[in-house]
């Protein structure tokens, strides 16, 4: 038998495992009743208090243009709006408006169209998201109220984004598709975490270590074998998380559209950043669990290790500043490379390189502990750590 | 000599001195053994031996291989059983004796079939019935039987050196009995050299061909048993060990 499938028949026989895999399909599966409440909840986030707001009288007639001036004088809302003259509304959002409506239709024969452009941000991609929804629904509203008889109107929405202008099909499309991509990293990420703590807590709590470490095999192979059974696992476990996911999806009547935003190079761009964090989630928490004397232990290693993972997800919703800089910090690659249809490839390129290059770091470090005694004095190592501190104290 | 053990020390990172500069050498077919009291530094000059910790200073060479220098040659050529008996309790005792085979076999560019040979012999010096071996896991597994198990994969790769710490802890009469002979055995037939530590003198006095005393880190005398009991004019080993013990006591006071 070799290292790979004895280190992955020891974590199959695992019930906590066992139940890593089974368990979120059926949790996720069962969860859609409760999905389409926080779905709500999710369209009232974005507020249009201090929004600044254009509306461009293009191509109208008298009426029209009469009925326009008087919505604008009497809005309630709390955006503030401009009527201007012209049709080019790109040039329009740069001079700083957040929405630009351009009517098109005419009173007389009860019809408008309207396209509503909203400048996105990556900085504050929760609120570009957010706003189209929320504008058309306010201005379909202003309309409506202005016109004595039902009129007959159609909305769309586009974003501006990065020097280029997206449907707002197509920009949610890339969103929710990327917010799967999203998940999946978590998904992947704290099933390794543990895992790969477990195997070392495991060794060490079935007083196998000394004799792993007697056998002739190589440090290097010991902690690439480990890790490579901790990632088959955790996939196992992704991949049942996933299927909940998109089970539960589906029977809350939303469709997650990968569609062709996300290019078969992209998809490949992203496993492999999924592959660098989750390698350099594993080796870490195999470091880090060395110093562990039971897998209770290990096992409370892999939060620490995997929650610094939801910090790029925060601060895509709160600003995230992009920069060649923010993609070399660890847990970055996957977030970039979820946003390379929108800002490029050129970063997730960069972060990518970057966390293989830090996972081989904290490899190098591993494979160093575990030719060091340290790898048979972990726990103890750390106690005398603990009393050396204290005394200093 | 297959095993140079020359002015070992040892100091652990807390600043315990485990080994004050201890010195031996073992022929190659020889069973040799350590004996001592618990924490005279045993464990620790075998895990140096193993090339687990390294020592403070001194040199260990194993078949002419430094394993301070060259660890990964040096485990091609040693097997080690720690004092501590263990088992991965999700793989059963046979998976347990493949795994390990298999690993030690293969880094000495063994064949499939030598491997599986090995395997099988492991499985017949168990003593255990080969339904335990394959059905039961090794959680299930009482102490003797994991020790059992262990002491099995290292006569069945046939090491240079087989490293056991106190092999017959837990064991029964009849088991320890047996382990004794196959030990012997197996050095016999295939040359193997064993160093082994020991709390049972009689263990000692019947298995080992030339013993060395450790306390506190230093060895305080080395020798055949049988010369050993003779030097101090005692009944047994363990008489021998009690004058050595005592006799040391007064030259300190």
């Known amino acids: 038998?070799?290292?790979?499938?004895?280190?992955?028949?020891?974590?199959?026989?695992?019930?906590?495992?066992?139940?890593?895999?089974?368990?979120?399909?059926?949790?996720?599966?069962?969860?859609?009743?409760?999905?389409?409440?926080?779905?709500?909840?999710?369209?009232?986030?974005?507020?249009?208090?201090?929004?600044?707001?254009?509306?461009?009288?293009?191509?109208?007639?008298?009426?029209?243009?009469?009925?326009?001036?008087?919505?604008?004088?009497?809005?309630?809302?709390?955006?503030?709006?401009?009527?201007?003259?012209?049709?080019?509304?790109?040039?329009?959002?740069?001079?700083g408006y957040d929405i630009v409506a351009v009517i098109n239709g005419s009173v007389l024969r009860r019809s408008f169209s309207t396209a509503l452009y909203v400048r996105g941000s990556i900085e504050k991609f929760t609120k570009t998201m957010a706003l189209p929804a929320t504008a058309s629904a306010v201005f379909t509203d202003l309309l409506a109220r202005g016109g004595e008889e039902e009129v007959n109107m159609t909305v769309k929405s586009y974003v501006y984004l990065n020097n280029r202008l997206y449907s707002f099909e197509e920009l949610s499309s890339i969103f929710n598709s990327a917010t799967i991509m999203i998940m999946a990293l978590f998904f992947i990420l704290f099933p390794a975490a543990s895992l790969g703590a477990v195997l070392i807590g495991a060794e060490r709590e079935e007083r196998m270590l000394d004799v792993l470490l007697s056998l002739p095999v190589r440090r290097r192979d010991i902690a690439l074998t480990k890790a490579t059974a901790a990632l088959i696992v955790s996939l196992l476990a992704a991949a049942s998380a996933i299927g909940g996911y998109m089970v539960m999806l589906t029977r809350s009547g939303l469709e997650v559209p990968f569609r062709f935003y996300f290019t078969t190079l992209d998809i490949v761009l992203y496993a492999v950043a999924l592959l660098s964090e989750a390698f350099f989630v594993v080796i870490l928490a195999m470091l880090i669990s060395i110093f562990t004397?039971?897998?209770?232990?290990?096992?409370?290693?892999?939060?620490?290790?995997?929650?610094?993972?939801?910090?790029?997800?925060?601060?895509?919703?709160?600003?995230?500043?992009?920069?060649?800089?923010?993609?070399?910090?660890?847990?970055?690659?996957?977030?970039?490379?979820?946003?390379?249809?929108?800002?490029?490839?050129?970063?997730?390129?960069?972060?990518?390189?970057?966390?293989?290059?830090?996972?081989?770091?904290?490899?190098?470090?591993?494979?160093?502990?575990?030719?060091s005694e340290i790898a048979i004095s972990g726990p103890e190592t750390l106690k005398q750590m603990a009393r050396r501190l204290r005394r200093r104290r | 000599m297959i095993v140079i053990v020359d002015r070992v020390e040892k100091v652990y990172p807390g600043g315990v001195r485990a080994l004050r500069g201890i010195s031996f050498s073992v022929r190659e077919g020889e069973i040799f053994g350590l004996v001592g009291p618990n924490g005279a530094g045993k464990t620790t000059t075998f895990r140096i031996i193993a090339s687990l910790i390294k020592p403070t200073s001194g040199k260990v060479i194993v078949d002419g291989v430094d394993v301070v220098a060259h660890p990964f040659e040096a485990r091609k050529r040693i097997a080690y059983v720690p004092e501590e008996v263990g088992g991965y309790r999700r793989l059963t005792g046979l998976e347990y004796l493949k795994f390990i085979v298999t690993t030690f076999l293969r880094a000495r560019g063994a064949s499939r079939e030598e491997v599986e040979k090995s395997v099988d012999e492991a499985v017949e010096l168990t003593g255990l019935p080969y339904e335990k071996l394959s059905k039961t896991k090794m959680g299930d597994y009482s102490k003797g039987m994991k020790r059992r198990l262990q002491v099995a994969w290292v006569l069945a790769v046939k090491p240079k050196l087989a490293i056991l710490d106190e092999p017959t802890t837990g064991l029964d009469v009849e088991a320890s009995y047996e382990l004794r002979h196959l030990i012997k055995e197996y050095s016999k037939k295939y040359g193997m050299t064993a160093l082994i530590s020991s709390h049972n003198m009689f263990e000692v006095e019947t298995v080992c061909d030339r013993v060395a005393l450790i306390k506190n880190g230093l060895i305080i005398d080395e020798g055949a048993p049988r010369e050993i009991v003779e030097k101090y004019d005692a009944v047994n080993l363990e008489d021998a060990y009690m004058k050595i013990l005592s006799s040391k006591k007064t030259m300190h006071s």
């Open chain 1, 1 to 95: 038998m070799k290292m790979l499938e004895k280190e992955v028949r020891v974590l199959m026989r695992e019930p906590m495992v066992i139940a890593m895999i089974v368990l979120p399909f059926i949790i996720y599966s069962s969860m859609a009743p409760f999905y389409g409440g926080i779905a709500e909840q999710t369209k009232e986030a974005a507020k249009l208090e201090g929004v600044k707001t254009a509306i461009l009288v293009c191509d109208v007639d008298q009426a029209t243009r009469l009925l326009l001036e008087t919505i604008v004088s009497r809005q309630k809302t709390n955006m503030t709006i401009h009527l201007l003259e012209g049709c080019n509304a790109t040039s329009v959002l740069a001079e």
């Open chain 1, 293 to 371: 004397s039971t897998i209770r232990g290990a096992q409370a290693v892999a939060p620490i290790v995997a929650f610094p993972a939801l910090i790029p997800f925060f601060m895509l919703m709160t600003g995230l500043p992009l920069s060649y800089k923010t993609a070399t910090i660890p847990y970055m690659a996957s977030i970039y490379s979820v946003l390379a249809p929108l800002i490029g490839r050129n970063y997730a390129v960069v972060s990518i390189a970057a966390q293989f290059t830090e996972a081989l770091i904290v490899a190098a470090v591993f494979i160093k502990v575990l030719e």
